[in-house]
Nanobody
Framework: QVQLVESGGGLVQAGGSLRLSCAASGRTFSSYAMGWFRQAPGKEREFVAAVSRSGGATYYADFVKRRFTISRDNAKNTVYLQMNSLKPEDTAVYYC??????????????????WGQGTQVAVSS
């Protein structure tokens, strides 16, 4: 089992940047594929980005390509989401998730087994 804790959210102006972090407990972090999702009020949770167990492969939703970068540091049990050129429509609660099946690039929430509590990102226009 793994516990996930996100941090780094906040309020930023359009065009600004934020870096989200997700710290994982346990000694088997490197065995999990990791993902970031987001959920805006009244909307379903949606896939943002994912990274393979080694960090060698990354996957992105079309709406964040070339703006967001996912990465991980297995030595620190942490996955990151660097968000640049933020837009008001990026406003949401952002969640990190771990897939014990190791399905790199999984895009459906049901493919992930563990979730953090979320961190709020608000982008003002």
């Amino acid at each position: 089992q793994v516990q996930l804790v996100e941090s780094g959210g906040g309020l930023v102006q359009a065009g600004g940047s934020l870096r989200l972090s997700c710290a994982a407990s346990g000694r088997t972090f490197s065995s999990y594929a990791m993902g970031w999702f987001r959920q805006a009020p009244g909307k379903e949770r949606e896939f943002v980005a994912a990274v393979s167990r080694s960090g060698g492969a990354t996957y992105y939703a079309d709406f964040v390509k070339r703006r967001f970068t996912i990465s991980r540091d297995n030595a620190k049990n942490t996955v990151y989401l660097q968000m640049n050129s933020l837009k008001p429509e990026d406003t949401a609660v952002y969640y990190c998730a771990a897939s014990s099946g190791g399905n790199s690039g999984a895009r459906a929430p049901g493919q992930y087994d563990y979730w953090g509590q979320g961190t709020q990102v608000a982008v003002s226009s």
